[in-house]
């Protein structure tokens, strides 16, 4: 079936790049997404990719996308304190309207 | 984007009764959907809400536990019934303005707990 895996945890730097990779199963996946959730708080779309591209930039955050390996990154760069939050990879199937299937998130400190 | 409310926020429910939430978006959207994210876990679909007609749900959940409606093209609710303390979750709203469009938003989500 589907899924999506994450790494749980990153710590960073204040000022320094900031790395969150994604792997998912699912070869048909039309896009595939980026959402932050703060502590009590919903889902931020940050950003998105279509699957044929390989590259989306936007301000500090890079998205980057191999197909072949299925795998997607987010890169943000100079990182603030701000940015501490979960990260939730989420992918989109063929024909899938609505349905998004997330990974587990990845907790991203960012130390001062 | 959409701007979208849910209420309540948050509640702690006594173990046998029902909650229900509604989730209000600022303007006209085709889809709305309902996702459960559990404690420490990732998010899963509950179902799609249909206007004018019943919600699609996913394998493992059933109308009877979490009815919904969806009376127009604003608005939805779902119910959690007779909830037991596995039911403690967050129930976030989902909704894309337009059927396989790109955009799925979601509002700030309800924080229940069953005791």
């Known amino acids: 079936g589907e899924d999506v895996e994450q790494s749980l945890f990153l710590s960073v730097r204040e000022g320094d790049s900031s790395v969150i990779n994604c792997t998912y199963t699912?070869?048909?996946?039309?896009?595939l997404y980026w959402y932050k959730q703060e502590p009590g708080a919903g889902l931020q779309l940050l950003t998105y990719?279509?699957?044929?591209?390989d590259m989306k930039q936007d301000q500090r955050l890079t998205v980057l996308l191999n197909k072949k390996d299925k795998h997607l990154s987010l890169r943000i760069a100079d990182t603030q304190t701000g940015d501490s939050a979960i990260y939730f990879c989420?992918?989109?199937?063929?024909?899938?309207?609505?349905?998004?299937?997330f990974g587990q998130g990845t907790t991203l400190q960012v130390k001062p | 984007s959409a701007v979208i409310s849910q209420k309540p926020s948050r509640d702690i429910c006594q173990r046998g009764t029902s909650l229900t939430i509604q989730c209000q978006v600022d303007?006209?959207?085709?889809?709305m959907f309902w996702y459960r994210q559990q404690p420490g876990q990732s998010l899963t679909l509950i179902a799609t809400?249909?206007?004018?007609?019943?919600?699609?749900?996913e394998s493992g959940f059933v109308i009877d536990k979490f009815p919904i409606s969806r009376p127009n093209l604003t608005f939805s609710t779902l119910t959690v019934s007779n909830m037991s303390p596995e039911d403690s979750s967050i129930y976030l709203c989902?909704?894309?303005?337009?059927?396989?469009?790109?955009?799925?938003?979601f509002g700030q989500g309800t924080r229940l707990t069953v005791v």
């Open positions: 989902s909704v894309e303005k337009a059927a396989m469009n790109t955009e799925a938003f």
């Open positions: 699912d070869s048909s996946s039309t896009y």
């Open positions: 990719i279509f699957s044929n591209m």
């Open positions: 989420a992918e989109r199937g063929l024909g899938n309207t609505g349905k998004l299937i």
């Open positions: 303007s006209q959207v085709t889809m």
């Open positions: 809400a249909n206007q004018g007609s019943e919600a699609t749900y």
